[in-house]
């Protein structure tokens, strides 16, 4: 089975700060994503990648950043926290296109 | 308009009886479709893919998929206390997943 590991499971950070969501899968995958999911308005793709050094804004990139610099890690970057980033972050990957993703178990970020 | 819209529940359904899922979707050019189950503070899990017109089933799942009208559906049929959870419809287009919003399901005991 594919695997996606999420180095962390809840984080508190202070508004302000730079914050690093790391992701890494096993299967060789190219493409990863990084969504986000909120209460009432599902999930929502911020960023993605289809290769190595390679990134694609999703549909709200604004205040993210993301770094791939090998093929089995993806992070998400949050250069300057600020608290309506506060959320559940899911990282996913997959095969291809005929496939759908397998998700990690998700960073619930808090900024206070 | 949203891209993947479904029918927003919750839907309560007593155990043994069939759960009806239903999702729409905007783009003509989405190609395959997935139904994910997501327990209360966990990841979503995959749980059926569909790419051609007409029904799949896999245990008690079976997905229909209608193209000429937009339409996905999922059935749970002999449903479980265990299937209580919100189920996700999305479609694949370009290069991304689109996920609905979701569909809270309870299964009375």
């Known amino acids: 089975d594919v695997k996606v590991t999420q180095s962390s499971r809840y984080l508190v950070k202070r508004t302000g700060e730079k914050v690093f969501l790391e992701c890494v899968q096993d299967?060789?995958?190219?493409?990863m994503f990084w969504y986000r999911q909120d209460p009432g308005l599902g999930l929502r793709l911020i960023y993605f990648?289809?290769?190595?050094?390679?990134?694609e804004k999703g549909d709200i990139p604004e205040g993210y950043s993301v770094s791939r610099e090998k093929k089995e890690r993806f992070s998400l970057i949050l250069e300057s926290a600020s608290t309506n980033q506060t959320s559940m972050y899911l990282c996913?990957?997959?095969?291809?296109?005929?496939?759908?993703?397998?998700f990690g178990s998700g960073t619930r970020l808090t900024v206070v | 308009q949203k891209e993947v819209e479904q029918n927003s529940g919750p839907l309560s359904v007593p155990e043994g009886a069939i759960a009806s899922l239903n999702c729409t979707y905007s783009?003509?050019?989405?190609?395959?479709f997935f139904w994910y189950r997501q327990y209360s503070g966990k990841s979503p899990e995959l749980i059926m893919s569909?790419?051609?017109?007409g029904d799949k089933e896999d245990g008690r799942f079976t997905a229909q998929l209608n193209k000429a009208s937009q339409y996905v559906s999922l059935l749970i049929r002999d449903s479980q206390p265990s299937d209580s959870a919100t189920y996700l419809c999305?479609?694949?287009?370009?290069?991304?997943?689109?996920f609905g919003a979701g569909t809270t399901v309870t299964v009375r005991a």
């Open positions: 996913a990957s997959r095969q291809d296109r005929l496939y759908g993703y397998t």
């Open positions: 299967m060789d995958h190219e493409n």
């Open positions: 990648s289809y290769d190595v050094k390679m990134k």
């Open positions: 783009d003509r050019g989405s190609q395959s």
């Open positions: 569909i790419y051609s017109n």
């Open positions: 999305a479609a694949f287009n370009d290069y991304k997943l689109s």
